[in-house]
């Protein structure tokens, strides 16, 4: 199984970036897809989460009417699309695949990208 994150960045306030992911080694459209974030000494919180047939979609209050989540199952990509940035959304992002199973959950996760923006 591989979560294969782009390359995130240096951006300024204000301005957009989009994170793609593409997955592989498993059943891309079975599975829930995520973005997660990591600032320093604070858990991993979820950003955005869209279900395996793309219909559903859930954003953090903190991001919610500035970053949209897609995906497409035909290239197994997600994709996070990042608008009106603030310096508060530095952090590194990484990808998600989950799937609830009989006694829980199976979870996949991408190397992580850096995201940083100045202001």
């Known amino acids: 199984v591989q979560l294969q994150e782009s390359r995130g960045g240096l951006v300024q306030y204000g301005e957009s970036l989009r994170l793609s992911c593409v997955g592989s080694?498993?059943?891309?459209?079975?599975?829930?897809m995520a973005w997660y974030r990591h600032f320093p000494g604070k858990e991993r919180e979820l950003v955005a989460i869209i279900n395996g047939a793309g219909t559903s979609a859930n954003y953090s209050e903190s991001v919610k009417g500035r970053f949209t989540i897609v995906r497409d199952n035909a290239k197994n990509t997600v994709d996070l699309q990042m608008n009106s940035l603030k310096p508060e959304d530095t952090a590194v992002y990484y990808c998600?695949?989950?799937?609830?199973?009989?006694?829980?959950?199976?979870?996949?996760w991408g190397q992580g990208t850096q995201v940083t923006v100045s202001s």
């Open positions: 998600n695949a989950q799937q609830k199973v009989r006694h829980g959950l199976v979870w996949y």
């Open positions: 080694g498993f059943t891309f459209n079975t599975y829930d």
